[in-house]
Antibody, heavy 115, light 107 residues
Framework: QVQLVQSGAEVKKPGASVKVSCKAS????????MHWVRQAPGQGLEWMGIINPSGGSTSYAQKFQGRVTMTRDTSTSTVYMELSSLRSEDTAVYYCASGTTGDYWGQGTLVTVSS | DIQMTQSPSSLSASVGDRVTITCRAS??????LAWFQQKPGKAPKSLIYAASSLQSGVPSKFSGSGSGTDFTLTISSLQPEDFATYYCQQYNSYPPSFGPGTKVDIK
């Protein structure tokens, strides 16, 4: 069965960077795009960007341009999302989701930004 | 960017009720509309894609309809496990955007 397993919770200071991983299994890794979506506490869902695991091409939401980098490692079927220059407003649960329509989701990774 | 709105923002319903949630796009998106269910502390779960196609394993009590700018999600007979927040999402054009959510709780 399809599984997306994300890395564990992180606590970062303002100005730092965080790198979240998402390991896919149960399907051909390069067959489906991977989205990253975040959810601030008590808030809705916010799309951050997408990566094509096959060629590595990416597209980011304008809001995160210059601060986010999405990469993949086909040898381990893992995608990564790195967010830099963290501020308190970046405190959120970060999700990976595979497929054009987000068919499958990871369990989420809580990133807390606090001094 | 395409803006998505949902109504109502919350509703209270009883077990067995028929519930309808509306989603509206700021411009036409054909049928590139998905619905997700999210329970507290859990990841969203995909219910419907292409406005009306049920994801594998999703019970038939869920149905979706609409095209263009106006869409609906209907739960035919609400069960205890259906109390959750529901989000629509357009994927017609980048960036994909979500509605603000509709919270369904117990009356």
């Amino acid at each position: 069965q399809v599984q997306l397993v994300q890395s564990g919770a992180e606590v970062k200071k303002p100005g730092a960077s965080v790198k979240v991983s998402c390991k896919a299994s149960g399907y051909t890794f390069t067959s489906y795009y991977m989205h990253w979506v975040r959810q601030a506490p008590g808030q809705g869902l916010e799309w951050m960007g997408i990566i094509n695991p096959s060629g590595g091409s990416t597209s980011y939401a304008q809001k995160f341009q210059g601060r986010v980098t999405m990469t993949r490692d086909t040898s381990t079927s893992t995608v990564y999302m790195e967010l830099s220059s963290l501020r308190s407003e970046d405190t959120a649960v970060y999700y990976c989701a595979s497929g054009t329509t987000g068919d499958y989701w990871g369990q989420g990774t809580l990133v807390t930004v606090s001094s | 960017d395409i803006q998505m709105t949902q109504s109502p923002s919350s509703l209270s319903a009883s077990v067995g009720d028929r519930v309808t949630i509306t989603c509206r796009a700021s411009q036409g998106i054909s049928n590139y509309l998905a619905w997700f269910q999210q329970k507290p502390g859990k990841a969203p779960k995909s219910l419907i894609y292409a406005a009306s196609s049920l994801q594998s394993g999703v019970p038939s009590k869920f149905s979706g309809s609409g095209s263009g700018t106006d869409f609906t999600l209907t739960i035919s007979s609400l069960q205890p496990e259906d109390f959750a927040t529901y989000y629509c999402q357009q994927y017609n054009s980048y960036p994909p955007s979500f509605g603000p959510g509709t919270k369904v709780d117990i009356k």
